[in-house]
């Protein structure tokens, strides 16, 4: 059966001093991870950190974003050998960040999602509409592009994969979608995963906090959360899995 999943991205911020902070302070709070996977994906260079401050606990660790080649010329890039190397168990890709700012295209998440299927990293795929899209009434179809350029074709294990559904125009906004808004959504998206559709754990992004993160969590068909500015503070953090936990006692 799918799991719950609340994924900490911590995009551009937090060095290892800041990760050490970060964990002394979290792994002070009784958390009782037992029913959801909680990951956190800070940046590359705090990863080793963060593998080491959270080795003894419930805690995994992620990365932002990752290539599509294990090596060669591609300067600046990062190797999913690299990151299976270090420890790393789960990678996000297809930020609407990285698609935004970088360019990034369909065509390469679903060549980062093969390889990172290869690796036997878990991977978060994130897709999601901009404000214009969903003003035009076309946010369905243009999640549903997204989702089918990523995986069609491609053999995955349900378990290893999570979508993730993050409106552009909620993130880090402060907006966040209704709740019905988003349990339609991830509805759809459930329906287009097909047979695998019940295993995959679809999870929502977009200016989640303490104060939305129950209503939100409690959709029939809302996995966990994707959370960028409410991960950064340990204590934000720990209450949206302290919540998460609480729905499935
Ligand atoms: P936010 O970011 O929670 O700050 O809106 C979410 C994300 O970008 O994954």
Same mark, same amino acid.
């Given at each position: 059966?799918?799991?719950?999943?609340i994924?900490?991205?911590?995009?551009?911020n937090?060095?290892?001093?800041?990760?050490?902070?970060?964990?002394?302070?979290l792994?002070?709070?009784?958390?009782?991870?037992?029913?959801?996977?909680?990951f956190?994906?800070?940046?590359?260079?705090?990863?080793?950190?963060?593998?080491?401050?959270?080795?003894?606990?419930?805690?995994?660790?992620?990365a932002?974003n990752?290539?599509?080649?294990?090596?060669?010329?591609y300067?600046?890039?990062?190797s999913?050998?690299?990151?299976?190397?270090?420890?790393?168990?789960?990678?996000? &890709? !297809?930020?609407?960040e990285r698609?935004?700012?970088? +360019?990034?295209?369909? %065509?390469? =998440?679903? @060549?980062? /999602?093969?390889i #990172?299927?290869?690796?036997?990293l878990?991977?978060?795929?994130? &897709? !999601?509409?901009?404000?214009?899209?969903?003003e035009e +009434?076309?946010?369905? %179809?243009? =999640?549903e @592009?997204q /989702?089918?350029? #990523?995986?069609?074709?491609?053999?995955f294990?349900?378990?290893? &994969?999570?979508?993730?559904?993050?409106?552009?125009?909620?993130?880090?906004?402060?907006?966040?979608a209704?709740?019905?808004?988003?349990?339609?959504?991830?509805?759809?998206?459930?329906?287009?995963?097909?047979k695998?559709g019940?295993k995959?754990?679809?999870?929502?992004?977009?200016?989640v906090?303490?104060?939305?993160?129950?209503?939100?969590?409690r959709?029939?068909?809302?996995?966990?959360?994707?959370?960028?500015?409410?991960?950064?503070?340990?204590?934000?953090?720990?209450?949206?899995?302290?919540?998460?936990?609480?729905?499935?006692?």
């Amino acid at each position: 059966m799918r799991r719950f999943l609340i994924g900490g991205n911590w995009k551009l911020n937090k060095g290892i001093i800041e990760t050490s902070e970060f964990a002394t302070y979290l792994l002070k709070k009784d958390l009782n991870i037992n029913n959801i996977d909680v990951f956190i994906a800070p940046p590359f260079t705090s990863i080793p950190k963060a593998l080491e401050v959270f080795a003894n606990s419930t805690i995994s660790i992620g990365a932002q974003n990752m290539f599509w080649e294990e090596k060669g010329a591609y300067t600046g890039e990062i190797s999913p050998l690299f990151l299976k190397e270090l420890g790393v168990d789960w990678v996000v &890709i !297809g930020h609407s960040e990285r698609r935004v700012v970088f +360019g990034e295209t369909d %065509e390469w =998440v679903r @060549k980062k /999602l093969e390889i #990172a299927l290869r690796f036997g990293l878990r991977v978060v795929i994130c &897709i !999601g509409e901009t404000e214009r899209q969903r003003e035009e +009434g076309r946010e369905k %179809e243009v =999640v549903e @592009k997204q /989702l089918k350029k #990523a995986i069609e074709g491609i053999e995955f294990d349900p378990e290893s &994969i999570s979508i993730a559904y993050e409106p552009i125009w909620a993130i880090g906004t402060g907006k966040t979608a209704q709740p019905d808004d988003a349990e339609e959504m991830h509805r759809v998206i459930r329906e287009l995963l097909g047979k695998k559709g019940d295993k995959v754990s679809i999870i929502y992004g977009g200016s989640v906090k303490v104060q939305n993160a129950e209503e939100l969590l409690r959709q029939e068909n809302i996995d966990g959360a994707l959370i960028g500015g409410a991960s950064l503070d340990p204590e934000s953090f720990s209450k949206i899995i302290k919540i998460a936990e609480g729905i499935l006692c």
